[in-house]
């Protein structure tokens, strides 16, 4: 057979194995990505233990079963280059293989973190020059999912006008990385989920999937506290449009659990990030977590709204004052409804269900309250201060 025809052949193969693999990526999260991350408790302290631990706790505590399937490594695990460019792990993280094995036999998948700069946000080793090379190297560990911070690549972002916009150059220099990582994500030949993580600038949303975005970060970082996650979370009204199946806003991680907020206000941010269809990655320590923070992370009907198959994100319909009335349309003519006490004082808020389309008949049940309510026109729960009432009808 002819060099040049063997050649060709081979060139064809690994065309049609990458466009496998785009497909496969694109597929890859059909609902939103549920799991846990290390960074909200461990910041860039996280060990190859506290992962394993991790683990361990969603398998026992039935987490896994419910949905949290993705285990993520943020920053802090990078260790040196060896001479030829290879990304080594640091000494907190001695065999990254075995990590990955150790997840995957749990039935669970492993995640990791990086950023299209020289540094990562805590000064670790970044991708930077080395795209094509940590790609496959993630893919021989065994990686599922990667989360691309921008950081230090916002350094060579020059920001025009009111700060919020990036210049047309650095804008496109900023498109170009994220679209190197996913090239090269799909040239390594195996499925890993495309985290984007540059905190909504340039409209993100707008473009997040031509770069191969499966996901993308729609605000700065959370934290736990009730002001910053209602800032962050009621912040996504009018982004509806942007996400679907393979591809979804993101309005960072769950702090369910980690003890800034009542539970009131964790029921909210339940809440609010399941009628947003956003990922659902808990952000707490797992090994040390209260049965009732557990009890929020698993209710199964507010798992069911962010996981619906139909795939739309949910929108604000109307807010008076600090009270607000969002809905999301789900499969099988299904409707979830969230009202929320933004106020300072527990308050009653009326809202009428036929305006909403809900007829008589449906089926409304009452999220947190784990009760079927009978169907009325007209209802008035009364909601607590940071309160939520989350309501799932069926017609």
């Not at 290390?38 to 506290?50: G, K, M, R």
């Not at 040196?80 to 669970?108: C, E, W």
């Not at 942007?242 to 964790?266: F, Q, R, S």
């Not at 109307?318 to 409804?337: D, N, Q, V």
Request: proline content about 5%; aromatic content about 10%; some cysteine.
């Amino acid at each position: 057979m002819p060099r040049l025809f063997v050649k060709r052949l081979a060139i064809l193969a690994s065309v049609l194995l990458c466009a496998h693999v785009g497909i496969a990526q694109s597929s890859l999260v059909p609902t939103p990505p549920m799991g846990w991350n290390s960074w909200n408790h461990f910041f860039q302290h996280v060990t190859d233990a506290d992962v394993r631990a991790a683990a361990d706790a969603m398998v026992a505590n039935g987490m896994r079963d419910a949905g949290y399937v993705y285990v993520n490594i943020d920053d802090g695990w990078q260790g040196t280059r060896r001479p030829d460019g290879t990304i080594q792990s640091n000494d907190r993280f001695p065999d990254m293989k075995t990590l990955a094995d150790y997840v995957h036999t749990r039935g669970l998948k492993l995640g990791i973190y990086s950023s299209p700069g020289l540094k990562t946000c805590a000064k670790f080793e970044g991708s930077y020059g080395h795209e094509m090379q940590d790609a496959k190297t993630y893919a021989a560990w065994g990686i599922d999912y990667l989360k691309y911070d921008l950081c230090s690549f916002g350094d060579k972002l020059t920001v025009a006008g009111n700060g919020d916009q990036a210049a047309p150059a650095a804008f496109a220099a900023q498109q170009e990385a994220y679209r190197k990582m996913h090239d090269a994500l799909v040239a390594a030949g195996r499925p890993i989920v495309f985290s984007l993580c540059q905190y909504g600038m340039s409209n993100v949303w707008e473009w997040g999937p031509e770069v191969g975005g499966n996901l993308w970060r729609t605000t700065g970082d959370i934290s736990d506290k009730y002001d910053r996650m209602a800032l962050i979370g009621f912040s996504q009204a009018g982004l509806s449009r942007y996400a679907g199946p393979g591809h979804w806003n993101d309005p960072d991680m769950l702090e369910v659990g980690n003890g800034g907020m009542t539970l009131d206000e964790y029921r909210t941010h339940m809440s609010l990030w399941a009628i947003l269809a956003a990922p659902l990655l808990a952000g707490n320590d797992l090994r040390h977590m209260k049965p009732e923070h557990l009890a929020i992370l698993e209710n199964k009907d507010a798992i069911a709204i962010d996981q619906d198959s139909l795939g739309k994100q949910g929108d604000r319909v109307s807010a008076l004052g600090p009270y607000e009335l969002w809905t999301k349309p789900m499969s099988h003519g299904r409707t979830a409804i969230a009202l929320f006490n933004r106020g300072e004082l527990a308050h009653t808020m009326r809202v009428n269900l036929r305006e909403l389309g809900i007829s008589p008949g449906a089926h409304i049940r009452n999220v947190w309250a784990n009760a079927d309510l009978p169907f009325s026109d007209i209802i008035n729960p009364i909601i607590p201060k940071h309160g939520v009432v989350l309501l799932l009808v069926t017609r």
